[in-house]
């Protein structure tokens, strides 16, 4: 009964904690210039409008009383960091389940030479703040030509995601069962074996492994805001931050808010069976 209990306050507590931002967010992005202004703000608009999805995509909007509400400043910036931001999600995404896959299955099935001090090298990059390593990325990006590009972004993504999905997938490779040998007693060769019986049983491993990797790359603000910012390679949650630095616009800031969230919602949602499935096991155990 205390059990029951705990996991009921646990659940309303963790329910909380996400959804309150996520109404706060609709509200101010609902909410019309003149309720804005007037403290406090209504639990609900009275008269909800989407004038502010309009005004960040560069569309104006005639609200009631022909009161028009102008696109927002910050409409381009966050038409090419939507852009920006899809393109380097995709791209990290398909390029770490590339690297991971077979590397993760190496650790997971293989005996080697520095293997467990490989394991550790790993973890210790997993564990490593990016914010440690953003001043060499800088002077090295500066030097090499890449700062303001979405090809150096994605490079310093890849070293975000490819250590924390192989940690991951280390230990879903490990809990397969070991149909290897059955494929070799028919002739297949280990590369064969991987591609056409692992990875098929694999698959919510590797759904799992293509959310994270996009949700890594998606969020990432810490190295873009740095290396990418300002240029026209901005990313979509740097193109965001644009409205804390000129006019406020609060409706605007909440509508973008809420549209970074659009993407990676759908992607979860789509392959939430999938994540629902696997079953992570501590690596090195």
């Known amino acids: 009964m205390k059990r029951t209990g705990f996991l009921a306050v646990a659940l309303v507590v963790a329910l909380f904690w996400s959804l309150v931002p996520i109404y706060w967010f609709c509200r101010m992005a609902f909410l019309t210039p003149l309720e804005i202004q007037h403290y406090p703000w209504p639990l609900i608009p009275h008269a909800p409008n989407p004038a502010a999805f309009y005004n960040i995509f560069g569309f104006r909007y005639v609200l009631s009383g022909n009161l028009v509400s102008p696109a927002s400043g910050q409409a381009a910036q966050i038409i090419r960091g939507l852009k920006d931001s899809f393109l380097v999600s995709l791209i990290v995404m398909v390029v770490t389940l590339a690297i991971t896959l077979p590397l993760a299955y190496m650790f997971a099935r293989m005996e080697f030479r520095y293997k467990n001090s490989l394991l550790f090298a790993i973890l210790f990059a997993v564990a490593l703040p990016p914010v440690s390593t953003l001043i060499p990325f800088y002077a090295m990006y500066v030097r090499l030509g890449l700062a303001g590009t979405l090809s150096g972004l994605v490079i310093v993504d890849l070293t975000l995601t490819v250590p924390f999905v192989t940690w991951m997938l280390i230990g879903y490779f490990r809990n ?3 149909i290897e040998r059955l494929a070799w007693m028919d002739g297949y060769g280990r590369l064969a074996a991987f591609v056409r019986l692992v990875l098929p049983l694999a698959r919510s491993g590797v759904a799992v492994a293509a959310v994270i990797a996009f949700l890594f790359a998606w969020n990432e603000f810490t ?11 901005n990313t979509l949650p740097t193109a965001v931050s644009g409205f804390l630095h000129q006019y406020p616009e609060p409706g605007n800031l909440a509508a973008s808010v809420l549209i970074t969230i659009v993407p990676p919602a759908l992607v979860a949602y789509f392959l939430q069976r999938h994540v629902s499935e696997m079953n992570l096991v501590d690596p090195v155990r």
């Open 223 to 233: 190295y873009a805001l740095v290396l990418v910012n300002g240029t026209t390679a």
């Open 176 to 178: 397969l069962p070991p």
